[in-house]
C-alpha cells in the first residue's frame, strides 16, 4: 500500500503511476488521517510506501501527524519505502522521514526523490513553454524509473541533496517558522466566495465569513501548501505581494 501527501496534485499523480506499477492500493493521507484509529496489516511481502512533497527541507506536519496516529502489522520481509517530491532540492527531509518512521515501527528499505517543478510561489516562479515541458517530462522519466525500482524492491537511495543537508534545513526552519503566519494570505475583489478554499484546506485553516462568503483564515498558521493560492479558480489568493500576477500550478488529472 502506498499513502500519499498533494498539494498541487504532482505528488498525487506519481503516488497512482507508482500503484498502478506494483499494483497495490493508494491512499490519501487527508482522508485516512480522519479515522479514529487507523490501522493496516500488510501482507507477507507487501511493500508499504510514503509519499509527500518536502516542505523547507523537512516532512509536511499532516503527514508526521497520519505516522504518529497510525498502526501498522509487518508481514515477514516487507520492503519500506519513502519518495519525496521537490523543486530544487530534498535536503535533510528524507532523513527526518526515516527517523519518523523508525520511532514508529518501520524500517526504511529505500528512499526516492522526484524534481520537478517548485510550486512555492512566494519564493519561485513557474516555468512556461519549453523550459515547463522539459521540467515535466524529466520528472515523469524519474517517476517511471522509481516506480521500476520499487516494482524489483530495490534497497537504495536515489535524489538531489546538496552538501551538508542537514545544516541547511536547521537554517529554513525558523524562516518556514515565520512564514507559516497565515496574516500573510489576502484576498482580491476577484474572489467569487466559492467556498473552493474552505473544502480544500487540509488544515482546515480557512472559513467562509457568512456576511459577505469571503474566504477568513481562522488558524493563526499553516503548513503554507499553498493549494488554496494555487486551485482558488478565480486567483483571488495571494501570499503578500510576492505572488500577486504569477502564474498558478496544479495538476487537474492526477
Known sequence: ???????????????????????????????????????????????????????????PEIVRQFVEKIHVRTGEQYYCYIAMTYGSDSFYAPNRFMHLLLRHGLTTSAVFGIRGIDTFL?????PTGSKRAQIEER??????????????????????????????????????AMMKNTRNFHVSESCT???????????HAIKLDPANQQPQW??????????????CPAEAIDYGRSTVGKLRYRVIDG
Open 218 to 231: 481562522v488558524l493563526s498558521k499553516c503548513m503554507l501548501c499553498m493549494r488554496c493560492l494555487h486551485n
Open 1 to 59: 500500500m502506498l499513502f500519499y501527501f498533494s498539494a498541487t496534485g504532482i505528488t498525487k499523480k506519481w503516488a497512482h503511476l507508482i500503484a498502478d506499477r506494483i499494483g497495490e492500493p493508494v491512499l490519501d493521507i487527508e482522508t485516512e488521517l480522519k479515522k479514529d484509529n487507523p490501522e493496516y496489516a500488510l501482507k507477507d511481502d507487501e511493500r508499504i510506501g510514503f509519499m509527500c512533497p518536502v516542505y523547507f527541507g523537512d516532512v
Open 122 to 126: 512566494p519564493m519561485f516562479t513557474i
Open 139 to 176: 520528472a515523469g522519466v524519474e517517476a517511471a524509473f522509481v516506480a521500476e525500482q520499487i516494482f524489483d524492491r530495490t534497497v537504495t537511495t536515489h535524489l538531489k541533496r546538496a552538501p551538508f543537508p542537514w545544516l541547511t534545513t536547521a537554517c529554513m526552519t525558523p524562516v518556514y
Open 193 to 203: 466566495g466559492c467556498g473552493l478554499c474552505e473544502r480544500n484546506c487540509p488544515v
